[in-house]
């Protein structure tokens, strides 16, 4: 039974920091791309940030790139997204993905003052 756990998430001032970890179990990790995805309030999921198989490509929306690291750890078989210098903006409950489309449950991030 494949299974993608998120946490991590929490509520965050202006500025600040959250590391969120996606847990992962029932297929062979190593095997395949992932992916962070988020859907805010009233808006449509979003295309956030992907990591190729070894770890050594990554991929970023604009709006996150230079702010926002994706890595992986093949070993444990955990993905996680570090989230710095966020923004009210980022508010949105954060998604992880593997490339045979499952998904996680989502884990709420709350950037506000």
């Known amino acids: 039974q494949v299974q993608l756990v998120e946490s991590g998430g929490g509520w965050v001032q202006p500025g600040g920091s959250l590391r969120l970890s996606c847990a992962t179990s029932?297929?062979?990790?190593?095997?395949?791309?992932m992916n962070w995805y988020r859907q805010a309030p009233g808006k449509e999921r979003e295309y956030v940030a992907g990591i190729s198989l070894a770890g050594d490509r990554t991929n970023y929306a604009d709006s996150v790139k230079g702010r926002f690291t994706i890595s992986r750890d093949n070993a444990k078989n955990t993905l996680f997204l570090q989230m710095n210098s966020l923004k009210p903006e980022d508010t949105a409950v954060y998604y992880c993905?593997?490339?045979?489309?499952?998904w996680g449950q989502g884990t709420q991030v709350t950037v506000s003052a």
């Open positions: 029932g297929f062979t990790f190593s095997n395949y791309g």
């Open positions: 993905k593997n490339a045979a489309n499952y």
